[in-house]
């Protein structure tokens, strides 16, 4: 079992940053490819961004491409998402989310967070 807590979220301006966090427990966190995904109220859950254990391969939504940025550090078992120039469309529940894969760009997520609130105004 992989447990992943996100923090982070909150109230910002549109053009404002923020730098959502994800801590995994449970398993060697190396082994993990970690993702990033957001449900907007009415939508539903799209993914954002993913990068592999060893940060080689990354990947990002046409939506946020030249704004976000995945970063993990493995001796922290944590996942970054740095979220620049948000926009009031960025308003979302932010989740973090993990499978255990190696090779390429993963089809899917055994384990996700909570979730974090994200709330850009206008």
């Known amino acids: 079992q992989v447990q992943l807590v996100e923090s982070g979220g909150g109230l910002v301006q549109a053009g404002g940053s923020l730098r959502l966090s994800c801590a995994a427990s449970?398993?060697?966190?190396?082994?993990?490819?970690m993702g990033w995904f957001r449900q907007a109220p009415g939508k539903e859950r799209e993914f954002v961004a993913g990068?592999?254990?060893?940060?080689?391969?990354?990947d990002y939504a046409d939506s946020v491409k030249g704004r976000f940025t995945i970063s993990r550090d493995n001796a922290k078992n944590t996942v970054y998402l740095q979220m620049n120039s948000l926009n009031p469309e960025d308003t979302a529940v932010y989740y973090c989310?993990?499978?255990?894969?190696?090779?390429?760009?993963?089809?899917?997520?055994?384990?996700w967070g909570q979730g974090t609130q994200v709330t850009v105004s206008s």
């Open positions: 449970g398993r060697t966190f190396s082994s993990l490819f």
């Open positions: 989310a993990a499978v255990i894969y190696s090779g390429g760009l993963p089809v899917g997520y055994d384990y």
């Open positions: 990068m592999s254990w060893s940060g080689r391969t990354t």
